[in-house]
């Protein structure tokens, strides 16, 4: 069994091989082999050095292990404002069902999968996609942002050690540390878990109403201002989207009704 969440929750808290042996009885050099995979502890053992971090044995890995379809499900569920029954009732099942998909305790037939996506605006290759890119988000994000690695882990709570891991791909965090990352950056954590669709894919997944939108003159003709921007003008521009969305202006749906967005496309840009 991999015990490699042993140093990912000992740095998360802050905490040194010795404090940790201190803590728990455990030798830093049995400890040491343990965190490396070279030793595998008996229950006894991983109880105490649980005890030792604060954390419940029951909890399993609680800082790595595979984020399940189910948590990824919820979050999008949340993300988008809708309540477990609501989005049980619209797809045909139980409250209940979806909440033991959700909880990870059963896995939701194609049918049912297909539809749960489709209610909640993404594909099905992004809902199953790996999380292979949480370490170049992370990394891309920061720099953006203008943040150390060291003052990313001071606003989650974690080790800046920690943080460096996760952005060279070393460790897959947990679903905790990735909500409270998310958090300290101003995204949500389906920013990390979910997946962008590629160009390709991107139109089948917008709305009817987006694609009107897309087809208005004055859309249109931002769009095309957009495509003499530089590399640092666009840069900049993101940024000031992303700035808009941390700050809460924009709503789980639309920046502004339709008719007032294209009235003020129409005051404010000249051609």
Partial sequence: MDHTWIRHAREEKGLSLQEVSRLSGVSVSYLSEIERGAKQPANRIIEKISAALGLKREEG????????????????REERGLSRQALAQSAGISEETLQEIEEEGSRPGVDTLRTLADLLNISIPQLMGSLTAIASRLRSLREQLGLTQAEVAERAGVSPGLIGQIEQGKVQPSLRTIERVAEAVGVTPCYFLVPQPSLENLLPVLGDDLIRLLAEPPIQQTLRM????????????????????????VGSRRLLNEEAYLQSMEEGIEP
């Fill in 61 to 76: 890995n609680p800082e790595g292990g595979e984020i399940g379809l189910g948590q990824k499900l919820r979050l999008l």
């Fill in 226 to 249: 957009i495509y003499d921007l530089n590399e640092a003008e666009l840069r900049f521009l993101f940024g000031v989207v992303r700035l808009i969305k941390q700050t809460g202006l």
